[in-house]
C-alpha cells in the first residue's frame, strides 16, 4: 500500500530527477555554418525578457547573438524538438541556485525559478552561459541541451515498431545505464557525438567525467529515433 508520505517522498524524488535531468556543466567544439534548409531561429524579445527576470541577474546577453547564431547551425533533423524555444545567454536562475555556479548550458521546458516554483516566462528556453561561450565549446553545449529537448519532447510519446511495451525514451536510457552517472545526462550527450558536425574532437562531458564509452550501434540508434520520432 501507498501512504501518502512515501507517495510524496516519491514525487520529491522524481521532481529532483527531472530538474537534474535539465542540468549539465561543460562541451568544445567549433561552429558550422547554418545549412541552406535550416530557417534561423528567431531572435529573442531581450528587453521583456531581460524586464521579466532582471531581478536575478542572470541574464547575461553580451553573447546573445553568438549563442543565436550556433541555435541557427543546429541541424535540421533536430528542429521538430524546438518549437517556440528560445536561447538565452545567461545563468539560468534555478539551476545556478542548485549548482551554486553559472551552468554552461540548461534546458527548461517548464520556467524554473530559484525559489522552486515554475511556470515563468522563461518556460521552452536553452541558456548557454558566456564562459561558455568563450570556452569555444557553445556548439556541443547546445547539441547537449537540444539533446534534453529532444527526448523531452519527441521520445516520451513514441515507441520503435513492435516495441510497445516502452517508449523510445525508456528503451533509449537502458543503453546508459551507470552505477554513478546519470542516464539522460549520458543520452543527452550521445546528441553531441550523433549530431555534431565541426571536425574537431567533440566536448562531451558526461562521457569524460564518467569514462563512459558508447558504441556505434547506440549513437546510430540514437539517430534512428530522432527520425523516427520527429515525423
Ligand atoms: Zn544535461
Known amino acids: 500500500m501507498f501512504t501518502a508520505s512515501k507517495l510524496l517522498a516519491l514525487l520529491a524524488s522524481l521532481f529532483a530527477t527531472v530538474l537534474l535531468a535539465l542540468v549539465i556543466v561543460a562541451p568544445r567544439g567549433e561552429a558550422e555554418t547554418p545549412g541552406p534548409s535550416s530557417p534561423p531561429i528567431a531572435a529573442l524579445n531581450f528587453a521583456s525578457f531581460h524586464e521579466a527576470i532582471s531581478g536575478h541577474q542572470i541574464v547575461d546577453g553580451q553573447h546573445q547573438e553568438e549563442v543565436l547564431r550556433v541555435a541557427n547551425t543546429i541541424p535540421p533533423e533536430l528542429q521538430p524538438a524546438l518549437k517556440g524555444t528560445e536561447f538565452v545567454n545567461g545563468c539560468h536562475p534555478w539551476t545556478t541556485k542548485e549548482l551554486g555556479d553559472c551552468a554552461f548550458g540548461t534546458y527548461d521546458p517548464a520556467g524554473w525559478d530559484s ?51 516502452a517508449t523510445v525514451k525508456e528503451l533509449l536510457l537502458q543503453n546508459f545505464t551507470h552505477g554513478d552517472a546519470d542516464p539522460a545526462e549520458l543520452l543527452a550527450d550521445a546528441f553531441v557525438v550523433a549530431f555534431s558536425t565541426h571536425s574537431d574532437e567533440v566536448h562531451t562531458y558526461y562521457f569524460e567525467q564518467f569514462n563512459f564509452e558508447v558504441s556505434r ?15
Open 115 to 165: 525559489d522552486d516554483t515554475h511556470g515563468h516566462e522563461w518556460a521552452n528556453t536553452i541558456w548557454i552561459s558566456s564562459q561558455a561561450v568563450r570556452t569555444g565549446k557553445v556548439p556541443d553545449v547546445v547539441l547537449h541541451e537540444v539533446g534534453h529537448a529532444v527526448v523531452h519532447n519527441l521520445f516520451d510519446d513514441c515507441y520503435f515498431p513492435k516495441q510497445a511495451e
Open 217 to 231: 550501434a547506440v549513437i546510430l540508434k540514437v539517430r534512428a529515433a530522432v527520425w523516427l520520432c520527429s515525423k
